[in-house]
């Protein structure tokens, strides 16, 4: 399966301001690649999908503007959570397709909003 | 209806026994189906994946899927301490088809008791 990196692995930050995770398919290049949102006790929430050189598909209740992603290159996706607040605070994941069909996820990024 | 449903447990199964973990869903059309492991504050491994009906056997572990019964099923033969963690069942829907996208059940909570 596809190997994927994420960093930073935990980030805590003040409440107004911006912080980016970075999800890398390391072994595999990702025209999609998924961003994905998880509450203690929860199961994994799809937020968007992140395609190489196009907009991002976002679901729905998903704020595009507070979640900004790129995804500029084979390898590389970024999720931006802007002007982020305490209710941010979470487990971000990205996963890699490895077909068919098949994900591949990130060892994941905790977000702790302060 | 929820798209994919799981007993949420948490289920607990003495060492050594079978542990059998169920998962239904909705979409009748639906053509991937996969079995992922999360243990306590780590992102999802996928551990099974199974896309035509009957029993897929790898190690420890046996997929079974039947279309017609819209369920798919996890048995664990011999279980470990090491096996306790959150199973999640995942689904790739027809209105899915052509993408990589994946409905995930809630999860279903596993304790192997030494």
């Known amino acids: 399966g596809a190997v994927v990196s994420q960093h930073p692995s935990r980030v805590i930050c003040k409440s107004g301001t911006s912080v980016k995770i970075e999800c890398r398919s390391l072994?595999?290049?990702?025209?999609?690649m998924f961003w994905y949102r998880q509450f203690p006790k929860q199961s994994l929430m799809l937020m968007a999908t992140?395609?190489?050189?196009?907009?991002?598909?976002?679901e729905q209740g998903v704020e595009k503007d507070k979640f900004l992603i790129n995804h500029a290159s084979l390898t590389l996706s970024t999720l931006t959570v802007t002007s982020a607040h305490p209710e941010d605070s979470s487990f971000y994941i990205c996963?890699?397709?490895?077909?068919?069909?098949?994900?591949?996820f990130g060892p994941g990024t905790r977000l702790t909003v302060t | 209806q929820k798209e994919v449903e799981q007993n949420s447990g948490p289920l607990s199964v003495p060492e050594g026994a079978i542990a059998s973990l169920n998962c239904t869903y909705s979409?009748?059309?639906?053509?991937?189906f996969f079995w992922y492991r999360q243990y306590s504050g780590k992102s999802p491994e996928l551990i099974m994946s199974?896309?035509?009906?009957g029993d897929k056997e790898d190690g420890r572990f046996t997929a079974q899927l039947n279309k017609a019964s819209q369920y798919v099923s996890l048995l664990i033969r011999d279980s470990q301490p090491s096996d306790s963690a959150t199973y999640l069942c995942?689904?790739?829907?027809?209105?899915?088809?052509?993408?990589?996208?994946?409905?995930f059940g809630t999860g279903t909570r596993l304790t192997i008791i030494p």
């Open positions: 996963s890699v397709g490895g077909g068919p069909y098949e994900q591949y």
């Open positions: 072994d595999f290049q990702a025209t999609t």
């Open positions: 992140s395609n190489e050189g196009s907009k991002a598909t976002y």
């Open positions: 979409d009748r059309g639906s053509q991937s």
């Open positions: 199974i896309y035509s009906n």
């Open positions: 995942a689904v790739n829907g027809r209105e899915n088809f052509g993408n990589e996208k994946l409905t």
